[in-house]
């Protein structure tokens, strides 16, 4: 499962409310603004909500462009005890200018990989789809015979070229060194649920050679078990073959690798023709008034005070009393995310507040008699996500208050996402206020834009941005507008999302999303920040038109003590309303 899937299944277990082609949608925009990619979703309570989820063996170590996560997740077993034997194969790896991978995977036909270890070059090749990155340069050029063009795009530092690439390397200097705990997260292997079973290391001598095999066996939900092998030639000792075997469906896949000295050094290497259209995807400089807003809404999101923020997630038809809390820590650039839940084992309140009582006094209250689970810390370098280990029954859409036994989520572990984001507002609610979507909207060339003054009652000087992208040889297209109001520093009042599919000229809705934010409030700095979100939505699902409506109430203090240890992926020792 891919970690947009992820996300997506994530937040529809905490009941709160996205759509699949909405998720597709944010996916093309990242890849078209990969410089200033995030990881967000369509609601404004987090980024993102991490509980272990059922996962397909093959699905996560064959990925379907490149194969060589799949290596890198057998070697980090190793890691803790490394060898004399494979540090050599480390340095043997790193010594020769090109890897080069090969094999078949499963309903996608033969794939080629390549990597220049020297040049900094990653380069994919499969049926009718090729793929080239210069990493020096920061350019990824893509073609498929489907649109017969070559997209190029200026992808910055953090492309998924990069970070591939950046795995493969990191991943084996470490190693080499010996280190227990790599700066690579390896998502696969931290999980909880996919628990270890056996690895070993033997030497061959047959009629195929001189060889020594590094073999995982590991066990997930069904009776056979899962195992991956390297093969390594003991007098190069270079990787042959890496070989998965997914014992629940009897599949199975090998990679086949070589070491030669050269490698491809455009796309055009990689069958495309020379006569392709090339089409520029790089993001738009900004400049005039488009530029004064980006800034002003970056301004905001970056200059914005610190604060604890208690969010009630709800339904727009429940009494205020009835929610789920969420706690949200912003310190610089610093974060924290945690969840309430009762404990069903925990006596229930007996007293029903009245429409006069103060909210969020009794709010507070409230949450010092129920348990957090921490979710996601970010200590202004690298993202961290909690793992628990749970009950199959808790995978399931989860109704206001959210009820989990306390003892059936303990913390396992915190997994080091390997996503990053450049942007400064990761927190709920700036984080949909001052949104990073529009200046990715302003800055792509594959939407056309509009700004239209719009004034409101209780925003004369509103504007609205429109964006539409209609995709060539796709049969839809998608329309975003963000009202904007310019007296609040273009702060988020209220934004529409929508998906249509398009047949012989006519438009169908497909799904459709409506955020509004209202009940504004100032920041000791004077930033406008919003204390009620409240969403529609509806999506296509087996046939059938899905609804979905929340409602978010937000109360931001900015006089609470935040010590370092929070901003640690830890559990928290303090109370949740200490003061």
Known sequence: ???????????????????????????????????RKQASSQSPSLQAIDTPLDRRLLGRVIPSVTILGGLLLVLVWWVPRPTDTWAQVVEAVQQRPWVHLTGEQPGDGVFDQWYGMHDQISAYQSSGYSRFSNLKQCVTESYSVDNQKIIRNEQGERSSDQVSYDSFTLFFEELFQGKKDLSIAMAFTSDPDVPKVDQSRREINDATGHWYEYSLVIRQQGPKPHTMKVRVDADTLLPQTMTVVDGDHDASMTVRFDFPETGPQDIYALGVPRDTEIVDHSPHELAGDRKQLADAIRQAAEGFDDYRALAILSDPDLPWHVGTPMLVWRRGNQSRTEIGSIDPDAPLPTDIPGDDADQVGWWKERCNSLWFMPVQVFDGDKTFSAQFVSPESEHRHLEHPHVRRRQDWAVTGWREESFRSEWPARTAPIVWTYSQNIEGRLESPLYKIEVIDEPTDSAP???????????????????????????????????????????????????????????????????????????????????????????????????????????????????????
């Not at 299944?9 to 603004?33: G, P």
Request: hydrophobic share 30%.
């Open 461 to 579: 000087q509103a504007i609205r941005i429109k964006a539409v992208s209609a995709p060539d040889g796709l049969n839809r297209a998608d329309e975003w507008n963000y009202l904007l109001d310019p007296d609040k520093g273009y702060a988020l009042l209220h934004s529409t999302t929508a998906s249509y599919t398009i047949e012989a000229g006519e438009k169908t809705l497909n799904s459709s999303d409506e955020q509004t934010f209202d009940d504004w409030k100032q920041s000791p700095r004077g930033y406008w920040y919003p204390t009620l979100y409240t969403s529609k939505s509806s999506y296509m699902q087996n046939g059938e038109q899905v609804r979905n409506t929340a409602r978010v109430r937000y109360d931001l203090d900015f006089d609470v003590e935040m010590p370092d240890t929070l901003f640690e992926p830890r559990e928290r020792t303090i109370g949740a309303f200490p003061d």
């Open 1 to 35: 499962m891919s970690h947009e899937q992820d996300l997506e299944q994530q937040l529809r277990e905490i009941s709160l409310t996205t759509d699949r082609s909405l998720d597709e949608r944010i996916v093309d925009d990242a890849i078209a603004c990969m410089s």
